[in-house]
């Protein structure tokens, strides 16, 4: 049943507005991640794509159907429950890295660390290891707009995996990147999804999307194609 | 998050824009010293006019005639302001015990005016107080150099005179000269016994320019023997001056016989109830300045709101993301609670020294005092204006979806 699969998504709908202008961003959509599984999800801008990342990464509602995130119905998460879920359980990666500027690499790292209650030592410890990880331990104490673009989402990274997630989710990690910068950052998803980590890639460049072993097509907020590619 | 750390966040918060946030510290600063130093100045006011009105003398009071034309002064008053002249006798009565037991000193007062000369010198003295030894302590008049005439003095009619501070400075050059010496009141010599210490000026009359005689020797060169000035009369202690007050009028009306149906011909000024409405005058003008000053500490407040409405706008995305990473609600709310508090501590601070630093100076005239309890209200009325100015735009943050706050340009 639910405990089953990680993410368990079962007949979500999501309509922004209401009436004549009413939005169908999804229009029912089912979906089961496996833990370890790598996924690409693909559509072009519009698509609904976004919309099913934000519900996956319980940052946005269904506004019909149930999601099942390792065995709890969010939708009976309070608030801070939710937080708590965003914090533990996902990792995110945004496009436009979404470091909190004027802030160091490391403190940026430590933030999800510092929302878990972690203590200063150890949020230290493990945010250090984190952008060790990634290859950023010399730039530990640069602020963000003193990093390339590549290197901000490798601190993105670093701090996604912190807290040491089950799911990483990544929405349109590459799309401010550089191919040098691009290549990087896919090589290091590649490394953490054998490691067993389960990854989900939002994107719509079949390059990065080619990468995954399993690529979700989506299209006018349904999902066309779902197919094993690796 | 431990309170270290949203410590840490607010103050990062509150760096990112030094200016915006020196110019909101600064408008609470105004605020806050302004009601530390207005309050202060109210106070001072306040405290001067008691001082002055102490320097008359406490427990004090003063017993004259109305009515008859004001000729009583002279004893040639019609023969129905005589009737209620003031008279030595009175001054005896008043004095029984056990006729008038809340009065503790009672001191007959005449008063002339005249030239008194040194020599070549000569100085206008606006007046000529004629008393017995009484009157010093009940006014609050001590004697700075030599001494006070005694009551053998008073008995014995002796020609001896105690001057003001200016009477003497102007007679001598120097006060403490001028005892021992002798002067001349009208064409009589007067021995110097002692020069009054000096009072504070600010009255109708400058009590520095008088000279005090003995009564008995003011009537007998000067004045003649009619009617008293004024009676002074000192009650026994401060909270008896309502019963004292209320002998006097009792024994003095069944002195000179005032029919019942008649108002009392005798005005009785009690030094109690001048301090008491100087008082209360004070606490207005002071509430009033406090109000001024309130207002401006809200507009003060007001500006944190503003303030920390337009952080929290500009930074609508960070707060998504710290969302999007595990922040609470109360997390969230906490961090900018704390910045609108921290500004508005840190201008209640600066308030607090910069009037500290102000009130050290006379403002309008009137020297500050400090009140403590203003202070720490200042302070606090701070802190919780940035608690409840801040409440708004934080709670406004906490409350952002994430997903809407991640949108955010």
């Not at chain 1, 990666?93 to 203590?119: C, D, G, M, W």
């Not at chain 2, 600063?29 to 006019?49: E, F």
């Not at chain 2, 609050?140 to 005179?161: C, E, L, M, W, Y």
């Amino acid at each position: 049943m639910a405990a089953d699969s990680l993410i368990d998504i079962r007949d979500v709908t999501k309509t922004y507005g209401a009436g004549e202008t009413a939005v169908h961003a999804l229009r029912g959509v089912s979906l089961r991640v496996d833990a370890g599984e790598y996924v690409a999800v693909m559509g072009s801008s519009g698509s609904g794509k976004s919309t099913l990342m934000n519900i996956l990464g319980c940052l946005d509602v269904p506004s019909r159907g149930e999601y099942w995130l390792d065995g709890a119905d969010v939708a009976r998460l309070s608030e801070d429950q939710q937080a708590l879920v965003r914090g533990r359980k996902i990792g995110f990666i945004f496009q436009s890295f979404n470091l909190i500027p004027r802030t160091s690499a490391l403190a940026n790292v430590e933030l999800p660390l510092t929302y878990a209650h972690l203590k200063k030592a150890d949020r230290r410890r493990r945010a250090r290891r984190a952008l060790e990880l990634v290859g950023l331990s010399d730039r530990a104490d640069h602020r963000p707009n003193e990093l390339s673009g590549g290197q901000q989402q490798r601190v993105a990274i670093a701090r996604a995996l912190a807290t040491g997630p089950r799911i990483l989710l990544a929405d349109e990690p590459t799309g401010n990147l550089d191919a040098h910068s691009t290549d990087e950052v896919l090589a290091m998803f590649d490394d953490l999804n054998s490691e067993g980590r389960t990854v989900v890639v939002i994107t719509h460049e079949t390059e990065v999307a080619r990468r995954a072993r399993r690529l979700i097509r989506v299209s006018d907020g349904r999902i066309v194609t779902d197919e094993v590619t690796g | 998050m431990s309170p270290r750390d949203l410590f840490g966040a607010a103050l990062r918060g509150l760096g990112a824009n030094k200016l915006r946030s020196l110019l909101t510290v600064l408008g609470v600063a105004i605020g806050v010293g302004a009601v530390i130093v207005l309050v202060a100045v109210g106070n001072g006011s306040g405290k001067a006019v008691q001082d002055r009105l102490e320097a008359m003398g406490t427990n004090l009071l003063t017993v004259s005639t109305t009515g008859g034309g004001g000729g009583f002064v002279r004893g040639q008053a019609g023969p129905s302001a005589q009737q209620y002249s003031l008279t030595m006798a009175d001054a005896e009565a008043l004095s029984d015990h056990r006729l008038a037991p809340d009065v503790a000193a009672v001191a007959p007062v005449m008063t002339s005016s005249g030239t008194a000369t040194n020599g070549d010198t000569s100085y206008t003295v606006n007046q000529v107080i004629g008393t017995t030894p009484e009157y010093l302590p009940a006014t609050n008049t001590p004697v700075a150099n030599g001494r006070a005439f005694t009551k053998q003095d008073v008995d014995s009619t002796q020609r001896v005179v105690l001057l003001g501070q200016t009477a003497a400075t102007e007679l001598f050059g120097r006060p403490a000269s001028a005892v021992g010496q002798t002067i001349k009141l009208g064409a009589v010599d007067f021995a110097v016994l002692g020069v009054l210490a000096s009072k504070d000026t600010s009255g109708f009359s400058d009590p520095n320019a008088t000279v005090i005689v003995p009564i008995s020797t003011l009537r007998a060169t000067q004045a003649g023997y009619g009617a008293l000035s004024q009676i002074v009369v000192q009650a026994a202690g401060k909270d008896k001056v309502d019963t004292a007050q209320a002998e006097v009028t009792q024994l003095l009306t069944a002195r000179h016989q005032v029919p019942a149906t008649q108002s009392s011909p005798f005005r009785i000024t009690n030094s109690a109830q001048i301090l008491q409405t100087s008082q209360d005058t004070a606490a207005t003008f002071t509430a009033l300045l406090a109000t001024v000053a309130a207002i401006s500490l809200i507009v003060g407040g007001i500006g944190v709101t503003n303030i920390m409405l337009v952080t929290v706008t500009e930074r609508t995305r960070e707060i998504g993301i710290r969302k999007a990473l595990g922040a609470r609600r109360r997390t969230i709310l906490g961090q900018f609670l704390i910045e609108a508090t921290l500004l508005s501590l840190i201008g209640g601070a600066v308030g607090i020294i910069v009037a500290l630093v102000v009130s050290r100076f006379q403002l309008a005239g009137v020297q500050p005092v400090l009140v403590p309890s203003s202070i720490l209200l200042a302070f606090g009325v701070s802190a919780a204006v940035g608690l409840f100015f801040g409440s708004m735009p934080a709670h406004r943050a906490a409350g952002l979806r994430p997903i809407d706050a991640l949108r955010h340009e």
